[in-house]
């Protein structure tokens, strides 16, 4: 009658009694038996998996059989629920087209998912006969540890994604500090099997590597053309390296698409311009293919723009119950390496944040004047308008650098560039610091592009609206007419904190916010070995040194 409160409590009153069970079984156990000449605890565990039937033996009459039949009925009532429940966990992976579609379908007559039961079983009895079973069993879990990892850190994405909008029906006390304890719990054990048992982490390589093949060779197709379906495509046949995304909109034709065509020209790209159908989620997708025509039409007022640029291009409709589901299938499906789209449409998506595998620049457009990216190398300094290049050294500082490479080419630009230093390092790391800061200035100063620096004090590191206003005053000075900027200043994110939302909007002028996409930690690997290279010539300096007072 009451799932959302039943269910947690079922779940959490089954645990209990089966610890204490447990508990007690191996306290009797333990405590009831006098083997001769060794321990208990020693007698059971050398048993191995006969361990509990052999006490069982000892302290009643026919305790092993007692013990093996209930081991027996056990194991049959578990080997029924995996069954069932793998095969119930491939029906709904082929419903959602993650396996091949059919595994989903059901039988006429019993109404079950027959070819997933069969599948599971099949693949159940080759493993049971055909391989080490004590390594399978190690691998599963290897496997269930990994997977409960990704159930921690789901938790805290959910939570953090969605906050208070869901309606829960169980939520984690403590958040977020026992899914942080249980990551750190699993992975350790994890570790712990990869040094005590390698070949069950090897089982486990492979198993998800086949799996991983299986996914993107086969059922990702299936599934993008189940969610977001192209309905309409035209362009050209032949196809660029590198591939940039516009989802493209009719009250707002070419903001995007001027950006778009200058980037290409630069990369020697193509352009890809999607359109999304959407349609209300109880609405199936068929509905959505009236408006195709009328969406296709949509893109002529674009032709003669992208015509006269002599620029490879792609449109694409897809119809989808989310725009964002749209847009992140189109990423994956085309290979795109650059995503150019609203700032509004960005920040307000946090399923594309989370997800999207491609670099980002994100226009917020407030500026009266209209931007021109014509190439004119003729224009004089005075008439050129003023870019101001926000630069911390983050995660998302080499596409600043490219984007302001890409606007500046065109000669319709003075740049600036104001350093924003986050740190307050140690004597050794600020001589680092200020070496790489020298080397980059002299380098911009070469190339006559305004070389500041501010600093953000400790009480700027620690609120965010004393951060925003001490840039925001910096960049006043300068009379922006552009601001390209990464994705983070420091901790603080120009997506999500208001503070600096706000300092955007201040500006009214055009703003890039570029971000970056990598594999976590990989920044930080390549900055110390950017870092490291000064530090080694510092000490093959102090050797040198060394030796000539030595040698002296």
């Not at 953090?160 to 719990?185: A, E, H, Q, V, W």
């Not at 897809?318 to 725009?323: C, L, T």
């Not at 994956?332 to 997800?355: A, G, P, V, W």
């Amino acid at each position: 009658k009451n799932p959302k409160r039943n269910i947690p409590r079922a779940i959490f009153i089954s645990l209990t009694a089966v610890v204490i069970l447990y508990c007690l079984i191996a306290f009797v156990s333990i405590g009831a038996i006098f083997p001769a000449g060794i321990q208990s605890w020693k007698y059971i565990g050398d048993g191995g998996e006969l361990g509990i039937m052999k006490a069982g033996e000892l302290i009643l009459p026919y305790g092993a059989f007692i013990v093996l039949g209930g081991g027996l009925i056990s194991t049959l009532a578990a080997l029924n629920a995996t069954t069932f429940s793998s095969a119930r966990v491939a029906f709904a992976m082929g419903r959602n087209y993650n396996m091949p579609n059919q595994l989903s379908a059901i039988h006429r007559k019993n109404k079950t998912p027959y070819i997933a039961i069969l599948i599971s079983g099949i693949i159940m009895a080759i493993m049971a006969f055909g391989l080490p079973l004590e390594q399978i069993a190690v691998a599963a879990g290897v496997i269930f540890l990994l997977l409960f990892t990704q159930v921690n850190l789901a938790v805290i994405t959910i939570r953090r994604i969605y906050g208070d909008k869901l309606d829960y029906g169980f939520k984690t006390p403590f958040f977020p500090i026992i899914p942080i304890i249980g990551i750190f719990l699993k992975l350790g054990l994890a570790v712990y099997l990869l040094v005590t048992q390698p070949l069950s982490w090897a089982i486990t390589i492979v198993w998800v590597v086949i799996g991983f093949f299986v996914y993107r060779m086969y059922t990702f197709r299936k599934e993008i053309e189940h969610y977001a379906p192209i309905v309409t495509s035209e362009g050209d046949l032949e196809r660029k390296d590198y591939r940039i995304l516009i989802p493209y909109t009719p009250e707002d034709q070419d903001r995007l698409l001027k950006y778009a065509i200058r980037v290409a020209k630069e990369n020697i790209g193509e352009i890809n311009i999607l359109r999304v159908i959407t349609v209300p989620k109880q609405t199936p997708l068929s509905a959505g293919t009236g408006y195709a025509e009328t969406a296709r039409k949509s893109f002529e007022p674009l032709d003669k723009l992208i015509d006269k640029e002599d620029i490879l291009n792609h449109y694409l409709v897809r119809i989808s119950h989310d725009a964002s589901e749209a847009i992140l299938a189109t990423v994956e499906e085309q290979k795109i390496d650059l995503l150019i789209t609203d700032y509004e449409m960005f920040r307000n998506s946090k399923k594309i944040q989370t997800i999207l595998t491609c670099d980002v620049l994100a226009i917020l457009s407030e500026g009266n004047e209209e931007l021109t990216f014509e190439p004119d190398r003729k224009k004089s300094r005075k008439d050129k308008k003023n870019l101001v290049v926000l630069y911390d050294g983050g995660d998302h500082s080499d596409v600043v650098l490219k984007a302001t490479s890409w606007l500046e080419r065109s000669g319709q630009f003075k740049i600036s560039v104001l350093y924003i230093n986050t740190k307050n390092d140690g004597e050794e790391k600020k001589n680092v610091r200020i070496t790489d800061m020298l080397e980059q200035k002299e380098y911009l100063e070469q190339v006559g592009i305004e070389f500041n620096e501010i600093t953000l004090s400790d009480n700027d590191m620690r609120y965010s609206n004393e951060a925003a206003d001490t840039i925001l005053s910096s960049l006043g000075n300068f009379q922006p007419d552009v601001v390209i900027t990464s994705a983070t200043i420091s901790k603080f994110s120009l997506f999500n904190d208001p503070h600096f939302l706000n300092m955007l909007y201040e500006l009214k002028c055009h703003v890039i916010v570029a971000r970056h996409f990598a594999i976590p930690g990989v920044h930080t690997i390549k900055n110390l070995i950017h870092r490291s290279r000064y530090l080694v010539l510092g000490m093959v300096e102090g050797l040198k040194k060394t030796k000539q007072e030595s040698t002296s």
